[in-house]
């Protein structure tokens, strides 16, 4: 079974499974690749979107690179909401990491699986 990946378009976003070290609004540990939805005090629930990282850059020619430095986890689209610190801020897992499957495409959302490269998988 190939270790799959969440990409925005082509850019990879993040390898799927590893901890965040973050839990959701009903305490289940969040991974990267998890679909969540995010809420407000005043407004819910939203669309989905998906636990993601800074780990890596996509370059326009298809290189993809690890950055430097510790890795900040983060739901996309709030990047900025501290997910330790929610305030008015909810998030609910609505999908596991290990129940997506290759070529899953969330087109409205602006996320998709697909294997990891080869090149990420070495270099990881």
């Not at 070290?21 to 819910?44: A, C, F, R, S, W």
């Not at 900040?72 to 008015?88: Q, R």
């Amino acid at each position: 079974m190939s270790v799959l990946s969440v990409f925005s378009g082509k850019c990879l976003q993040a390898v799927c499974g590893i901890s965040t070290g973050y839990k959701d609004m009903n305490g289940e540990p969040l991974h990267t690749g998890d679909i969540v939805q995010v809420y407000t005090q005043l407004y819910g629930p939203d669309d989905l979107t998906v636990v993601v990282g800074d780990e890596w850059t996509t370059y326009s020619n298809g290189v993809i690179e690890r950055k430097d430095g510790p890795v900040h986890y983060f739901v996309m689209g709030i990047k900025d909401v501290p997910l330790e610190e929610t305030g008015e801020w909810r998030v609910r897992k609505v999908k596991g990491f290990e129940d997506v499957i290759s070529g899953e495409h969330w087109r409205a959302y602006g996320f998709n699986y697909q294997a990891t490269p080869d090149s990420v998988l070495e270099g990881a």
